[in-house]
């Protein structure tokens, strides 16, 4: 099993935009993925309330028991877990970042959002020092601002994922149907940036493609079968 946590100091930046998209676009893929939730807010169990039977399964799970949530996904044949954390959360960015194969920090292009990343650098570093992305969100179509954002990570040795998650009201929407923007408007911009995203970040951390689920599958049955 592979985890993915999402990090950042900063509030409002579409961490758990990201997290429910990411694991809605993983289980359209194939894989079980267990999305866990150390936000005391809860953003991400509310969704799954109105979601309700359809995967992934979301777990609510308080920091000190992140370890025994993990262990039972991976018992449970999961394929991938994603941990969502709140903002200004250290303990829980901590853990998430200890525990984590890929770290991806969600962020604005705003001077705000820019503010926080040494501070998130820091905490990530003292956790172990796990792969980090940057992952540009809430991206404005005018203007250069993503562009001179990717610049100024990179003179700061922080890499970001070659695409971005745009300031689109489908986000909002599809999260208040229980939705990812891959279901709510399949052929969307949206969804396309969320399809560019999993690609990517799958790809850092080895997932198995479609096509080797599939097989994987096929395989399964033909020995139920034999």
Known sequence: MKVLSIVCQKGGCAKTTTAI??????????LEVALIDLDPQV??????????DKPPVVAATPVPH???TLRAAAEGAADLAIIDTAGRANDAMSAAA?????ILMPLQPSLADLNTVSATLDIIRISGGKPI????ARVRVAGNRAEETIAWLAARGVEACPSTLGERVIFQDAYAMGLGVSEAE??????EEIHQVYNYTSLLLGLP????IADEKARSARKRTA
């Open 209 to 212: 493609t479609q096509r080797e």
């Open 133 to 136: 992305r940057a992952l540009l």
């Open 186 to 191: 399949p052929g969307g911009k949206a969804a």
């Open 21 to 30: 998209n990411l694991a809605v676009e993983a289980t359209r893929r194939g």
């Open 66 to 68: 992140l370890e025994r």
């Open 98 to 102: 200890r525990a984590a194969d890929l």
């Open 43 to 52: 953003s991400a169990c509310d969704w799954k309330d109105i979601r309700g």
